[in-house]
Nanobody
Framework: VQLQASGGGLVQAGDSLRLSCAAS????????MGWFRRALGREHKFVAT????????YYADSVKSRFTISRDNAKNTVYLQMNNLGPEDTAVYYC?????????????????WGQGTLVTVSS
């Protein structure tokens, strides 16, 4: 599976962004997709995950009411809609693909990763 993340940028606090993660090379019906982020000098943190087969989602508490993960079967693409962004959301965002069915909150569960896209939120 090859993953291509895009959509990052520089925004102001309160703005929105939508990240995309386009997948190729394999059908994703047996995978779950996830977004993680890594702030400068910090470790990767779980953001959101979606199970491709049924669309079930799970979010980190810090983003639960602001971010939405979704998928487009026809485009083989996963999205992360981020609303009401704050400086604490500044990070490089990575999309990953995992064959874990039940959970997807741990970085080592993911086998394939995109290159990352930088989100910078100014106050």
């Amino acid at each position: 599976v090859q993953l291509q993340a895009s959509g990052g940028g520089l925004v102001q606090a309160g703005d929105s962004l939508r990240l995309s993660c386009a997948a190729s090379g394999r059908t994703l019906s047996n995978y779950r997709m996830g977004w993680f982020r890594r702030a400068l000098g910090r470790e990767h943190k779980f953001v959101a995950t979606i199970r491709w087969s049924d669309g079930s989602t799970y979010y980190a508490d810090s983003v639960k009411s602001r971010f939405t993960i979704s998928r487009d079967n026809a485009k083989n693409t996963v999205y992360l809609q981020m609303n009401n962004l704050g400086p604490e959301d500044t990070a490089v965002y990575y999309c990953g693909a995992s064959q874990s069915y039940y959970t997807g909150t741990y970085y080592p569960q993911y086998t394939y990763w995109g290159q990352g896209t930088l989100v910078t939120v100014s106050s």
